[in-house]
T-cell receptor, first 112, second 116 residues
Framework: ELKVEQNPLFLSMQEGKNYTIYCNYSTTSDRLYWYRQDPGKSLESLFV?????AVKQEGRLMASLDTKARLSTLHITAAVHDLSATYFCAVERKTSGSRLTFGEGTQLTVNP | NAGVTQTPKFRVLKTGQSMTLLCAQD?????MYWYRQDPGMGLRLIHY???????AKGEVPDGYNVSRLKKQNFLLGLESAAPSQTSVYFCASTPGPALHSGNTIYFGEGSWLTVV
């Protein structure tokens, strides 16, 4: 059974600081996704990571994938208040109808 | 292009009542999914479909049924609602497996269901 674990689950940080969210998964996967969710809203796709060593960056967010370690990271650089949200990683396995298995989510609060 | 549309967006049910959630996509996607999200948790897969006329169970299928009679629609039914089914339900769709294409999975806006 595929398990996806994120840490930390709660993160409070000051504006301007850097931090990393970690996503570990238990079995091989085909793709890894990062999503952002604001309260009461749907999921917004941030990154899709397809292969080992993949790195993608958008603004202050950078995601990477190490398939050998079964680890993905979401790095936040110089955080701003607008990044406050819940971030989810999700793992896709094509042999299972491209189903997504989600982590528990990391609730990020960026304080002024 | 509406993407993935869920109806209704909000509903309050009494225990034992039945209802159906409708998910419609206009992108000609093969794969469709129903997830539920409970407070402080990630989404969990209820049922999914890999094509018209097909359905399969996900992680938490008990108490739900689904149908995919038309490619563009995926229905989620609750035959006898229970308070434990109070949740936010998300539908999603994707074109299908394409290892190198980076297909995105598209989510609906969510349906908030309360069972009292």
């Amino acid at each position: 059974e595929l398990k996806v674990e994120q840490n930390p689950l709660f993160l409070s940080m000051q504006e301007g600081k850097n931090y990393t969210i970690y996503c570990n998964y238990s079995t091989t996967s085909d793709r890894l996704y990062w999503y952002r969710q604001d309260p009461g809203k749907s999921l917004e796709s941030l990154f899709v990571l397809l292969s080992n060593g993949a790195v993608k960056q958008e603004g202050r967010l950078m995601a990477s994938l190490d398939t050998k370690a079964r680890l993905s990271t979401l790095h936040i650089t110089a955080a701003v208040h607008d990044l406050s949200a819940t971030y989810f990683c999700a793992v896709e396995r094509k042999t299972s109808g491209s189903r997504l298995t989600f982590g528990e989510g990391t609730q990020l609060t960026v304080n002024p | 292009n509406a993407g993935v549309t869920q109806t209704p967006k909000f509903r309050v049910l009494k225990t034992g009542q039945s209802m159906t959630l409708l998910c419609a996509q206009d992108m000609n996607h093969e794969y469709m999914y129903w997830y539920r999200q409970d407070p402080g948790m990630g989404l969990r897969l209820i049922h999914y479909s890999v094509g018209e006329g097909t359905t399969a169970k996900g992680e938490v299928p008990d108490g739900y049924n689904v149908s995919r009679l038309k490619k563009q629609n995926f229905l989620l039914g609750l035959e006898s609602a229970a308070p434990s089914q109070t949740s936010v339900y998300f539908c999603a769709s994707t074109p299908g497996p394409a290892l190198h294409s980076g297909n995105t999975i598209y989510f609906g806006e969510g349906s908030w269901l309360t069972v009292v």
